[in-house]
């Protein structure tokens, strides 16, 4: 089975600030690796995926994530935030069975 | 065009009442499934359907039934509300073969209320 972990609930920060979105994961076999976001009293949207191939896999909005796999590890950055980037993050990892989600990174970005 | 809506949006209704929630996918995906979000933002699937297998998760009371009229559409039907059941509803799907698999594009949600 797996799990993920999103190890922060809140990331406070501030305009123009990079920041990083830690996301850990559980698995005994090979798992595919997604970042979703929710605007507020929006739907999800894909951000970005980590399918095969090179570990640094690049998403929309200036966003980018490595897959370390001896560390189970799968962050989410951005070098420099928007005030529009205020929103859920979602991270998400599917092996043999169904889409496994953590429980949510609420990032604030402040003027 | 809206690659997979969900109608409607918002549902406000009392304890005790069946109701249904549409779902239609434009993306040609054979594999359709809705979640769950709770109140605090938790997601966890409820079902997943092609239109050879359903898989249900466990844990989900039996009021709740998946109906899909054809691979484009899969609707939701709660039959006698319960408070618990207020939460956001998403549908979502996804191809069924080949890597591409995984991925999984989702509706917009539908809120609903039980009072």
């Known amino acids: 089975a797996q799990s993920v972990t999103q190890l922060d609930s809140q990331v406070p920060v501030f305009e123009e600030a990079p920041v990083e979105l830690r996301c850990n994961y559980s698995?005994?076999?090979?798992?595919?690796l997604f970042w979703y976001v929710q605007y507020p009293n929006q739907g999800l949207q894909l951000l970005l995926k980590?399918?095969?191939?090179?570990?640094l896999v690049k998403g929309i909005n200036g966003f980018e994530a490595e897959f370390n796999k001896s560390q189970t590890s799968f962050h989410l950055r951005k070098p420099s935030v928007h005030i529009s980037d205020t929103a859920e993050y979602f991270c998400a990892v599917r092996g043999q069975g169904n889409l496994i989600f953590g429980k949510g990174t609420k990032l604030s970005v402040k003027p | 065009d809206t690659a997979v809506s969900q109608t409607p949006k918002y549902l406000v209704t009392q304890m005790g009442n069946d109701k249904s929630i549409k779902c239609e996918q434009n993306l040609g995906h054979d594999t359709m499934y809705w979640y769950k979000q709770d109140s605090k933002k938790f997601l966890k699937i409820m079902f997943s359907y092609n239109n050879k297998e359903l898989i249900i998760n466990e844990t989900v009371p039996n009021r709740f039934s998946p109906k899909s009229p054809d691979k484009a559409h899969l609707n939701l039907h709660i039959n006698s509300l319960e408070l618990g059941d207020s939460a956001v509803y998403f549908c979502?799907?996804?191809?069924?073969?080949?890597?591409?698999?995984?991925?999984?594009?989702f509706g917009p949600g539908t809120r609903l209320t039980v009072t």
């Open positions: 980590y399918l095969s191939g090179s570990t």
């Open positions: 979502a799907s996804s191809p069924r073969m080949g890597v591409t698999a995984n991925e999984q594009y």
């Open positions: 698995s005994s076999v090979s798992v595919y």
